[in-house]
């Protein structure tokens, strides 16, 4: 059972670069000031299929006004600390319309949403919500898993090829066919990871969810994962990169004395496109990554309305894991939020 009582922020102890504004076109809880508390409590075990219209009709006006009156009451106080409490839940049959708008605003737009939803609900024993304790049962993240080789979904099987196709990386590539192929994927399993929240959630609540996915995966025992595909909205500065490699070529020229293994570490370094992530854990997961790419998110859909259009080129990054690393991931996030709001108290 994961419970914790921390300050929050909207900031993590990664550096600036890595967390570029919100998306103006994003809604959702407005942003909680500069601390506040949360607990969250334990995920419910309900699993009534009843699809409620409600979290459908929920709009994004409708939540600022309800966090808008909680503030008014004595959830906060005269230090200008908003208290609030993040529920985690199972995920649920009335929370099919939540995650689809989730769904939506990434890169799962290009397959069928209502397929990969209804997957999702249909998954008793993995996955989870993130919603605030107000009664009004909006979702505002999700986490969860999809099998790749035991699900039998048209839209999951097109979102791997989609992937496959985007990936211009001919080893990459190469390397996701082998993993794809039905026989591979027999003996040794992957999971499509389904990542979406608000943007503007507290950083607190990533190490939260990804803990009880683990927590969750560990106990389903249909679900032993060899490797993870992840799926994350970044900003590429292909520009900047490009420059780098430019002068590294120039320096190359100039000392003819360089080592061979150092060429070789520079060359590897400006191959990486400048990357800025909208979600913290990203980067951690690309440094643990056994490889990625990225891809313009012109290929999904229009490039939506943004004020981070100073961070490069709005785009996707993949990235393949090996599962035996996630929990170190985890454990990074949870100590780079520690040292964060450590840092804040001081």
Excluded at 153 to 179: E, G, H, W, Y
Excluded at 204 to 231: G, R
């Amino acid at each position: 059972n994961f419970t914790m009582a921390t300050p929050i922020n909207n900031h993590s102890s990664a550096s600036e670069d890595s967390d570029p504004e919100a998306d103006d076109s994003d809604t959702g809880m407005p942003m909680l000031g500069e601390s506040a508390y949360w607990k969250p409590k334990e995920p419910k075990n309900s699993k009534k299929r009843s699809r409620d219209d409600d979290a459908n009709e929920a709009s994004a006006d409708d939540e600022d006004e309800q966090v808008s009156s909680e503030d008014s009451d004595d959830d906060s106080d005269d230090d200008g600390i908003l208290t609030v409490n993040f529920e985690f839940d199972a995920i649920q049959e009335k929370d099919y319309h939540g995650m689809k708008g989730l769904l939506e605003k990434g890169a799962w737009n290009q397959v069928n949403t209502s397929d990969v939803a209804d997957a999702l609900v249909k998954q008793i024993n993995v996955g989870s919500t993130l919603k605030i304790d107000d009664g009004s049962e909006v979702v505002y993240g999700i986490i969860s898993t999809l099998n790749v080789g035991v699900l039998k979904s048209p839209s999951v099987n097109a979102m791997c090829t989609f992937l496959q196709r985007a990936c211009k990386d001919t080893a990459t590539s190469t390397l996701l066919s082998s993993i794809l192929q039905p026989k591979q994927l027999a003996s040794e399993p992957l999971g499509l990871v389904v990542s979406e929240r608000y943007v503007n959630m507290p950083a607190d609540v990533a190490p939260a969810l990804y803990q009880l996915l683990l927590n969750d995966l560990k106990e389903a025992k249909s679900d032993q994962y060899k490797h993870v595909l992840m799926v994350s909205k970044c900003y590429v500065e292909e520009a900047k990169a490009n420059k780098k490699k430019k002068k590294g070529k120039k320096r190359r020229k100039k000392n003819s004395t360089s080592s061979s293994s150092s060429s070789s570490s520079s060359s590897d370094n400006t191959d990486q496109p400048m990357a800025y992530f909208i979600k913290f854990e990203d980067e951690i997961f690309r440094q643990h990554a056994t490889a990625s790419f990225t891809f313009p998110a012109a290929k999904v859909s229009a490039t939506s309305e943004s004020s981070n259009e100073g961070f490069g080129t709005e785009s996707y990054m993949v990235m393949l894991l090996d599962m035996k690393v996630l929990p170190e991931c985890v454990g990074i996030m949870k100590s780079m939020v520690e040292a964060a709001l450590a840092a804040e108290k001081q």
